[in-house]
T-cell receptor, first 113, second 116 residues
Framework: GNSVTQMEGPVTLSEEAFLTINCTYT??????LFWYVQYPGEGLQLLLK?????DKGSNKGFEATYRKETTSFHLEKGSVQVSDSAVYFC????????????FGSGTRLLVRP | NAGVTQTPKFRILKIGQSMTLQCAQD?????MYWYRQDPGMGLKLIYY???????DKGEVPNGYNVSRSTTEDFPLRLELAAPSQTSVYFC???????????????FGQGTRLTVV
């Protein structure tokens, strides 16, 4: 079936450090891939997305590239800020899936000043 | 623009009680969803709807019911609350044309439910 696997957190970094959060997926065909972010006490909001192989999604300094050969969609940021502290969710959706979004378990990021 | 509005934000229920979680969106979205979020477990889909009058089960529908009488509203009903239903519940909506699966979902702020 369709599934998303994320690296376990929490991930603790100092401000201005480089961030990578790993995400791999299992799905047949060509799913669309997403990263959502959840700030404390809030709902999820879309951070970026990619809809086909080799696409790069980017937003607010975050980037992720859709790698079909490795079934991965790793999230990266060159220099994190304290305000990036949140929970990050990788997700996929497929055209023939009954479920519109399948989420990973989330990775908590804590950035220290 | 209110987006997706959920009420209440917090609720404590006793075992066996019932309640309805309200969800409303003002974006004229055709799809609406209910997820639950357990600590460290990500989000699990409870029910979803592709339009008024149409609902379907997700991964974890047992103990819940939904209805979609209007485009705007998608309430979630808990019958006979159990401690296993202690969770944070999120409602979401999106607009999708047939065959379009890469559109953004908008989430409400969540309802934190505790069953004691």
């Amino acid at each position: 079936g369709n599934s998303v696997t994320q690296m376990e957190g929490p991930v603790t970094l100092s401000e201005e450090a480089f961030l990578t959060i790993n995400c791999t997926y299992t799905a047949t065909g060509y799913p669309s891939l997403f990263w959502y972010v959840q700030y404390p006490g809030e709902g999820l909001q879309l951070l970026l997305k990619a809809t086909k192989a080799d696409d790069k999604g980017s937003n607010k300094g975050f980037e992720a590239t859709y790698r079909k050969e490795t079934t991965s969609f790793h999230l990266e940021k060159g220099s994190v800020q304290v305000s990036d502290s949140a929970v990050y969710f990788c997700a996929l959706s497929r055209m023939d899936s009954s479920y519109k979004l399948i989420f990973g378990s989330g990775t908590r990021l804590l950035v220290r000043p | 623009n209110a987006g997706v509005t959920q009420t209440p934000k917090f609720r404590i229920l006793k075992i066996g009680q019932s309640m309805t979680l309200q969800c409303a969106q003002d974006m004229n979205h055709n799809y609406m969803y209910w997820y639950r979020q357990d600590p460290g477990m990500g989000l699990k889909l409870i029910y979803y709807s592709v339009g008024a009058g149409i609902t379907d089960k997700g991964e974890v529908p047992n103990g819940y019911n939904v209805s979609r009488s209007t485009t705007e509203d998608f309430p979630l009903r808990l019958e006979l609350a159990a401690p296993s239903q202690t969770s944070v519940y999120f409602c979401a909506s999106s607009y999708s044309d047939p065959g379009e699966w890469n559109t953004e979902a908008f989430f409400g702020q969540g309802t934190r439910l505790t069953v004691v």
